[in-house]
């Protein structure tokens, strides 16, 4: 938890599985993939969700009893998520220098779980034009990178009591886990809550994640990094000066987008999100007023789950990802219209196929990276990250439908966009878009994008 004079920690301690050994006794290490092993030098993943309090008047050391009891049944589901990092060091590095990273799902405290209070309120958060830099503090493991999950929680639960609501706000180590496994776990969290609290006790989860992670033949269980010490790969990323604001689009907006992008790409298989994906790619892109010849990208982060052969199950708990990077030139992408940069983007996707995948974890392995933030996400480019399928609103926790979603520093840069469903639903979409003030300024004026918006 960071510090902050509107945010004061009044409590912390640390959660076990519950009951203990219902997984976590068949499983003391959990490898890593080439897409976990990846993430060690990214920050954790934060996201979290604002709620009114009740009008009733609430107790809170009991609804904090009841997250705490849930949260323990939640990680014996997901023990990994209960262990720590460690680290395998070759006996003789002069001669041979690598050392291998895995979860040690017996190590360490467990979860830790933190209760704090705000001097805020719930219109602070949901009325500012632009998100407050207070909400950061409303996360634990502020700027941490997944290295240091050797010695922090790689879940943290950070509970906020704002002067008339709640912010549970979660952070979780990436190299565990995607967004697809942040939600699902964060899901089955609420799932066992809800079933508590009605007198439910000891019902099978719904979606029980799956924890056997996939390897190429030949190419795991056991990955070794090429380095000697973690210095050589951990990086500190400070983001620039960013200003972060919402944008919504209905459900009317996105029908029409994803119309638009059709008609003009002579084709009807863009979907919405692609289109979305292209307007945003071409409104930053005009924002940051760079040259005709400069080179652009929009980055997509595609979930591959699906697109193995034999797909991995949906519920399978760990990184899937594949970074797809549509490119052009800023002259090229803002002389043309919306279907032609959807079109880019949805070839893209398109062309993601289980050989593209393995062919891409077979280079890693023979040539093992670690992402850097200021490498990995260039100032030329978009990122558009997180996804509005996931299920974010279910999340109720007696406290009924959330009022809003934020997040916390992890991950930000200029040109970084968040995608999440809207709150009304039925295809509706929220937009965290992270500029430069300058950028944001030309970027919020954008015709295109206010006309993009003005359908309900």
């Known amino acids: 938890m960071g510090s902050d004079d509107r945010v004061t920690c ?75 990092l460690d680290t395998v060091r ?30 805020l309120r719930v219109a602070d958060v949901m009325e500012a034009t632009y998100v407050p830099r207070v909400v950061q503090m409303l996360f634990d493991h502020d700027q941490c990178v997944n290295h240091e999950g050797h010695e922090r929680a790689l879940v943290s639960i950070q509970v906020t009591e704002l002067v008339d609501g709640i912010f549970i706000g979660c952070s979780m180590n990436h190299c565990i886990g995607d967004g697809t496994s942040f939600w699902h776990f964060f899901n089955t969290w609420s799932e066992i809550f809800q079933g508590r609290a009605s007198g439910v006790e000891g019902v099978p989860v719904s979606r029980p994640p799956v924890h056997d992670r996939w390897f190429l033949d030949g190419c795991g269980p056991i990955i070794s990094l090429p380095y000697k010490h ?14 972060e604001r919402f944008f919504h689009f209905s459900a009317g907006s996105m029908a029409r987008l994803k119309a638009k992008a ?11 999100f692609q289109a979305l994906s292209a307007l945003l790619w071409i409104t930053i892109t005009r924002a940051r007023n760079f040259p005709p010849e400069q080179v652009v990208g929009c980055r997509l982060a595609a979930n591959v789950r699906q697109r193995r052969n034999p797909p991995l199950s949906p519920d399978y708990f760990g990184n899937s990802l594949s970074a797809l990077r549509g490119q052009t030139t800023s002259g090229k992408l803002l002389a043309q219209n919306l279907g032609w940069a ?25 040539s093992p990276i670690v992402y850097q933030l200021g490498q990995l996400f260039d100032p030329y480019s978009v990122m558009m990250g997180s996804s509005p399928r996931f299920n974010m609103y279910g999340n109720e926790f007696g406290l009924g439908k959330a009022v809003g979603l934020r997040s916390g520093y992890a991950n930000k840069f200029d040109g970084k966009v968040s995608s999440y469903p809207g709150y009304e639903g039925g295809g509706s979409v929220d937009l965290e878009v992270c500029l430069a003030p300058d950028n944001m300024k030309a970027f919020e004026c954008d015709k295109e994008l206010l006309d993009a918006m003005s359908c309900k």
């Open 10 to 84: 009044l409590s912390e301690c640390f959660i076990k599985p519950q009951p203990q050994g219902l997984e976590g006794s068949k499983r003391q290490k959990c490898y890593l993939t080439p897409w976990d092993l990846a993430m060690l030098s990214v920050h954790y993943i934060q996201k979290g969700l604002l709620y009114h309090k009740p009008p009733q008047q609430i107790d809170m050391e009991a609804f904090l009893g009841q997250l705490k009891d849930s949260l323990a049944v939640a990680l014996a589901h997901f023990y990994p998520l209960a262990g720590r």
């Open 230 to 243: 973690p210095e050589e790969f951990v990086r500190r990323h400070m983001a620039p000066e960013l200003v």
């Open 342 to 366: 959807a079109r880019i983007l949805h070839d893209e996707v398109a062309n993601l196929s289980d050989q593209g995948v393995r062919r891409f974890l077979s280079q890693w392995v023979e």
């Open 90 to 119: 070759e006996e003789n590095p002069a001669e041979c220098s690598f050392f291998l990273v895995y979860v040690d799902c017996d190590k360490g405290p467990g979860a830790r779980f933190i209760h704090a209070a705000a001097d």
């Open 262 to 272: 059709n008609a003009e790409a002579n084709m009807t298989r863009i979907s919405s």
